[in-house]
Each structure stands twice: as structure tokens, then as C-alpha cells.
């Protein structure tokens, strides 16, 4: 049986040199190093943009061969209530460092640990300051009780950019031999909006057809594609709307893309397509709402029909 390796974790940055984007905090960290020490920090930000890579990648250039000793990794979202703080993280808190002045407990979506497991987080991390830090990783730090914000360096992690997701899927595409298109780039990250650990996995997906192209990335997610929204919107706000629902049905039924991607790529289109200000913000309004009524269970012809019918009204 054939070994497929997975590309998230053969591509992941080693060093914070090899990180791609994150400088503001990339730089910062880079400075701690060499000072040999660093204090708690709350990572936020959306996924895929760096967060875990940055803090293993921190772990093996301050430990050396021994981070596997001096790190620990754990996910809020699987173990969240207090006896994980209780136990596991202060287990490993309490004991001594291998080789180091200090360890370190990373623990992944922070924002899921209920109230009282924050507040014995808390307590933990005032108990063993001097010989364990911590690095909560969250996607939104407003869930994270402001006695652990107070005592945490707080970085913003940023959205990655175009250019930072060319740079990967270059190195990706280099390592692997397999030839990219010059729009397949542009189309990987309209795909993923710069989420890295998804272009990297839709990147995977896609090489097993061989080059990769625009066209096979929408294949492979399952997406509409922007210049098909973009074509059946202005058929619908031409007059159209026979038109525009004959391309409706074939993205929902010949395509089998889902309602809400459709309405997702409407939204992206409505700040593309010219029209009066006060029509964008009314439609912007209607998109909302029945995004909301297909992920309440509505029909997604009826609701789709329904929004493209709003394209008619002035």
C-alpha cells in the first residue's frame, strides 16, 4: 500500500524564517529567540493563517532536540472543560524543563474552553510562571476571559495576501514538479481567501489530475466560479431572468454546487458589479438574509430565485 504524505505537515515551515506573511509578529519573535526567552501569548486570528506553525516553529528554534520535551500541543475544541486544565496542562506545567529555563503549553482554539476552565487556566498560569509558558491560539479573542488577555502579549494574525499564497503553492509546486497555470494561482486564493492549510490541501487534491489549472481547482472544491455569478447576475440585471435562472439550476443541479456557496459568491460579486451605492447596501441586506434562510433549511432554488428577483427591483 502506497505512503501518501500529507502536504500540510511535509510543507509546514520548520523555521520562522521559512513562515510565509506574519512578519509584525514573525520579527517579534525572531527577537525573543535571541534573547532565550519569551512571555505568555495569545495568538488570534482566522484559520490557516499561521498560528500552530508559528508556535512550533518558535518551540524548535528556542529547544533545540529537545522541544518534543519542552512542548506540549492540546485543542480546546476536543478537551474543553476544567478537568483538562486540572489535569493534563498542569501535570505537564509542574514538572521541569529538559535543557531550558522554561516549557511550553500551546493550546489550540483557546476560545472554546468553557468560563471555568479559563478561570483555573488562570490560576495555572500564575502557579508555574517561572517554569512553563503559555500560547493560547484562538480565532476570537473576545471569548477569552480579559484575567488571560491581561497576561499575554496578544498578536492579530492578519488575512495572508495573494502574493503570500503564490510564494507557498510556488514552494509547494517546485517540491512536488507539478506545473501551475499563471490564473491558478489568482483562483487558489479566491478559493480558499488565504486560508493556507486549505489551498495547501485543495493544491494536493487537484496535482492528482495532473497540471494544475482554474479550472480544476473549481472542479476539485466544488465552487462557482466568480466570472459565472458575475454572468448571471448582469443577465438577470439586464432583464433577463429566465436567463439568469436557467444558470442558476445548472450551477445547483448540472454543477451540484450548494445554495450557500452560490450566495457566498454573490455577495463577493456584489462589490464588483456597477451599481448605484444604495442598490449594492439593499442588496448586501438581502444576500444576509437568505443566506440565513437556507441555512434555516429553506429550498435553495426557491430562496436563490427569490434573491436574484431582488436584481430587478431599483
Not at 51 to 65: M, N, P, S, V
Not at 115 to 125: P, S
Not at 257 to 274: M, N, S
Request: proline share 2%; net charge neutral; aromatic share 8%.
Amino acid at each position: 500500500m502506497v505512503d501518501i504524505e500529507v502536504w500540510t505537515e511535509k510543507y509546514r515551515p520548520q523555521k520562522l524564517d521559512d513562515v510565509v506573511g506574519q512578519k509584525h509578529v514573525v520579527d517579534r519573535l525572531k527577537a525573543w529567540v535571541k534573547q532565550g526567552s519569551i512571555p505568555n501569548m495569545l495568538f488570534a486570528g482566522q484559520a490557516g493563517v499561521g498560528k500552530t506553525t508559528i508556535a512550533l516553529a518558535l518551540a524548535k528554534e528556542l529547544f533545540g532536540d529537545h522541544w518534543h520535551e519542552n512542548f506540549q500541543e492540546t485543542n480546546a475544541s476536543d478537551e474543553r472543560g476544567i478537568n483538562v486544565v486540572r489535569g493534563k496542562i498542569k501535570d505537564f506545567a509542574r514538572t521541569l524543563p529538559i535543557g531550558h529555563d522554561f516549557k511550553i503549553v500551546f493550546l489550540d482554539e483557546s476560545d472554546a474552553l468553557t468560563n471555568e476552565a479559563q478561570q483555573a487556566l488562570r490560576r495555572t498560569m500564575e502557579k508555574y510562571a517561572r517554569v512553563c509558558r503559555f500560547i493560547l491560539s484562538c480565532n476570537y479573542s473576545s471569548h477569552v476571559i480579559e484575567p488571560i488577555q491581561s497576561r499575554c502579549a496578544v498578536f492579530r494574525f492578519k488575512s495572508l495576501s495573494e502574493e503570500d499564497v503564490k510564494i507557498y503553492a510556488e514552494r509547494i509546486s517546485k517540491g512536488e514538479n507539478i506545473k501551475m497555470s499563471a490564473d491558478s494561482y489568482k483562483a487558489l486564493y479566491e478559493i480558499t481567501g488565504g486560508d493556507l492549510r486549505t489551498a495547501t490541501n485543495v493544491l494536493q487534491a487537484t496535482s492528482a489530475m495532473g497540471d494544475v489549472t482554474k479550472e480544476k481547482l473549481y472542479e476539485t472544491v466544488a465552487q462557482a466560479r466568480p466570472e459565472d455569478i458575475k454572468k448571471m447576475l448582469e443577465t438577470v440585471i439586464s432583464g433577463d431572468f429566465k436567463g439568469g435562472r436557467k444558470m442558476l439550476f445548472d450551477m445547483l443541479i448540472n454543477q451540484g454546487l450548494a445554495g450557500e456557496d452560490i450566495v457566498k459568491g454573490i455577495y463577493r460579486q456584489l462589490f464588483v458589479i456597477e451599481m448605484s451605492e444604495e442598490n449594492r447596501l439593499r442588496l448586501i441586506e438581502k444576500a444576509g438574509e437568505y443566506e440565513f434562510r437556507l441555512n434555516q433549511g429553506g429550498s435553495p432554488e426557491i430562496q436563490l430565485e427569490a434573491l436574484l428577483s431582488q436584481f430587478l427591483k431599483k
